[in-house]
């Protein structure tokens, strides 16, 4: 049986770090991407609210001009959603916008959450990958079982890295 050359980890381990180094940066520019659109979307249905919301208009102006998109969904729900004041067919349509950024805001938060975990994890991965390819090669050697155990569990922990791309992907495309 053939020697097995120290070159295979170090090979194996630095694909490993840059192939997610640069898919989870081409992901992170996609998720970006859209996570402005739906800041632009939930925006527009921002203004729309603060023109008919019952609630507190300069609070609500406040609000949008700083960003804080789930104290304007709050305060508009706090305030009844229906205004006395508009005609039945425009408190349905405020009513719709308000649903419509609920939706918006709550996409926005699970994109957030599925980026972060991401980004966690290829962290973890790429950094045991660097701490790996040393250790493999001059202290434990190729043919050691630890440094094969260590490689093994690299690799798997790269697939789980993928497996959680392709479901930040799926969010990013269900929207």
Known sequence: MGEIDSGVYLTTYSTLASTLAGAFGFLVAVVLYVMQ????????????????S???????QQLQ??????????????????????????NRMMDEQFQEMRRAMA?????????????????FVIMASIINMPLTVFFLG????????????SIIAAMFCIRGYFRLMVTVVEG
């Not at 001009?65 to 205004?83: F, P, R, T, V, Y």
């Not at 190729?142 to 569990?153: D, E, K, V």
């Open 37 to 52: 659109g739906i800041n632009t979307h939930i925006s527009n249905c921002a203004s729309a609210l603060v023109a008919g």
């Open 54 to 60: 019952p609630a507190d208009r300069h609070r609500l």
């Open 65 to 90: 001009s700083s960003g804080k998109w789930d104290e304007i969904i709050s305060l508009n729900a706090h305030a009844g959603q229906q205004n006395p004041d508009m005609p039945k067919d425009e």
């Open 107 to 123: 996409r926005l938060v699970t994109l957030k959450r599925e980026l972060s975990q991401a980004m966690y994890t290829t962290g």
């Open 142 to 153: 190729p043919t050691s079982p630890i440094a094969a155990t260590m490689l093994t569990l």
